[in-house]
């Protein structure tokens, strides 16, 4: 029997879109900790002979994953970028390509202990499994998009136990649109894929600290200052990620044979200090029992900052999200232990700042502070750290974004669609642009303004209406223009009402300059 009610019918497709990935993301998420544990204890026990035994068996590793990137140079990195330039209309990715290599090339890259994250590699699975799920019930390319947003969704909240987040990452940053389907079925699908993880994994938080009391007021002078710190490192976080290829080019090794060099390196870290391997989670968890001083905590940055940059400039399958999140754990550390020192912040307080800077920091690099307040929140597992958190996310954010910092994965997309080539397509496609608050296009009416060639205004949506529009019809900040347009031109022509709709003093009723 076919549902009647659309928002119905998304939520149940959402929902089994969520259970497929949790299974999907569960596997591999329990199959990279049993890899991290037996490398791990591998690293307690040093000896030339074992030495030798893992240098062999991680160029194994990287000889397999290279020939995975030279069949599907799509998995390679977090993945989170590749997902955000489908979604725009930039590449036409193979589900089962994607699916079935990055499982593979994430296990076997993140086990050795590289300074990777699986929250990247998940949401790319996330995003598979949702358009191979789409494409299986032969949805238009409309519907198809918001499934690969609900997988996207289903996998963060999988890889993190943070359905909330999971669907507000995507909405915010990835999928750019709050559709009431598109976060109806990435909500949907998160809550299915989060209560196969629960089963899985159990229900303690991924990051459980300890939060003692909460930050008086008095002290709010404390978020300013690590504000200003989190949004200046992450800034420089985002030059050296964004230099990266360029770097490796200079080694002249073929780029799906650069994972080598971390699969190396990391032997001797691993060795030296087993304990900072791997993604950082463990690093934060241990936070909570014995946080070091504050001149082994600039070391251990370091290292991880280091270390992380070589894992991920490699081109390997994997994220930087979980990554983001330890180095604003020590930057946090550092400062409070720092504050401690000179007598200006009690000892009791340092988790406190442990937990905000991981917030911040995030909240920089991704220019995504409500994901990052509510992430850091569900991942802790405590809802008394809300006001802090914003405080010290907003100041980042403003930091980051009066330095003319971008969010970090629409960065990384730039870098991958220099030179774009979507696949021709006369199909005709719906798009969704939100009118905000001061926007250019605000109490013009629809016949002012001059539209982007090849597209059509059908709809207006305020809140649960959505009207036909006509030439009398005045746009008003907080309606959704609906723009029909062809495949082919979706993402011009949606660049192009956002630049009407954002630049001030736009000129109405003349015809815009080609591009």
Same mark, same amino acid.
């Given at each position: ?25 569960? #596997? ?12 791990? +204890? ?21 000889? /397999?994953? =290279? ?8 998995? =390679?990195?977090?993945? /989170? ?44 699975? *996330? ?18 998009? /918001? @499934? ?18 999971? #669907? ?5 940053? /990835? $999928? ?20 196969? =993880? ?21 002290? $709010? ?15 420089? !976080? ?9 770097? $490796? ?64 400039? #490699? ?26 020192? @000179? ?14 800077? @991981?917030?911040? !920091?995030?909240?920089?690099? *991704? ?11 569900? @991942? ?16 980042? !954010? ?6 003319? *910092? ?43 303004? +001059? ?50 709709? +954002? +630049? ?12």
């Amino acid at each position: 029997m076919q549902l009647k009610q659309p928002r119905l019918r998304f939520a149940i497709k959402g929902l089994l879109v969520g259970l497929t990935v949790g299974i999907v993301v569960s #596997s591999f998420r329990w199959l990279i900790e049993h890899g991290l544990a037996i490398f791990t +204890t591998i690293y307690q026990h040093f000896s030339w002979p074992i030495a030798i035994g893992v240098l062999l068996i991680n160029l194994v590793i990287g000889v /397999i994953i =290279s020939q995975l990137l030279k069949q599907e140079p799509n998995i =390679s990195g977090s993945g /989170i970028p590749q997902v955000e330039g489908q979604l725009q209309g930039e590449f036409e990715l193979t589900w089962w390509s994607i699916l079935w290599r990055k499982f593979v090339g994430g296990v076997l890259a993140l086990s050795p202990g590289l300074f990777l994250g699986r929250e990247g590699p998940s949401i790319q699975l *996330g995003a598979a499994v949702g358009q191979g799920i789409s494409e299986w019930q032969h949805d238009d390319r409309s519907e198809r998009r /918001i @499934m690969i947003a609900a997988g996207a969704a289903a996998g963060l909240s999988a890889a993190f136990n943070a359905p909330i987040a999971g #669907s507000l990452f995507v909405v915010e940053e /990835i $999928y750019h649109n709050f559709s009431p389907l598109v976060w109806l079925s990435c909500l949907s699908s998160a809550i299915g894929a989060n209560f196969i =993880s629960l089963y899985v994994f159990g229900e303690l938080p991924v990051l459980h600290l300890i939060y003692p009391k909460p930050l008086p007021i008095n002290l $709010y002078w404390h978020l300013l200052i690590l504000g200003i710190i989190l949004g200046l490192l992450g800034k420089f !976080y985002q030059w050296i990620l964004l230099q990266l290829p360029e770097w $490796y080019a200079h080694t002249k090794i073929p780029r799906n044979y650069q994972g080598l060099i971390p699969l190396v390196l990391v032997i001797p870290v691993g060795f030296w200090v087993p304990q900072l391997i791997g993604g950082g989670n463990q690093l934060i968890i241990n936070f909570g029992h014995q946080v070091p001083s504050f001149t082994i905590l600039l070391g251990i940055f370091a290292i991880r900052f280091i270390f992380s940059m070589v894992s991920y400039g #490699s081109g390997l399958p994997g994220g930087i999200f979980l990554p983001i999140l330890s180095l604003g754990a020590i930057i946090g550390a550092a400062y409070a232990q720092l504050m401690v020192g @000179m007598h200006v912040l009690p000892t009791s307080y340092i988790i406190n700042f442990i937990i905000f800077a @991981m917030a911040g !920091y995030f909240s920089a690099i *991704g220019k995504a502070p409500f994901t990052a307040i509510l992430l850091v929140t569900e @991942m802790v597992g405590n809802l008394k750290l809300l006001m802090p958190l914003a405080v010290v996310s907003l100041i980042a !954010y403003l930091v980051l974004d009066s330095l003319n *910092g971008a969010p970090i994965y629409e960065a990384l997309l730039a870098k991958l669609v220099k030179h774009p080539s979507p696949a021709p397509s006369q199909q005709m496609e719906r798009i969704e642009v939100p009118i905000f608050a001061g926007s250019a296009l605000e109490d013009h009416q629809v016949r002012d303004i +001059t539209w982007p060639k090849s597209s059509l205004l059908i709809g207006i949506i305020r809140g649960e209406k959505e009207v036909i529009p006509h030439g009398d019809s005045v746009l008003q900040a907080g309606q959704t223009l609906v723009i029909l347009t062809s495949a082919t031109d979706r993402q011009r022509v949606r660049a192009q009402i956002r630049q009407l709709a +954002t +630049t001030s003093g736009v000129t109405f009723g003349q015809a815009e300059k080609p591009e």
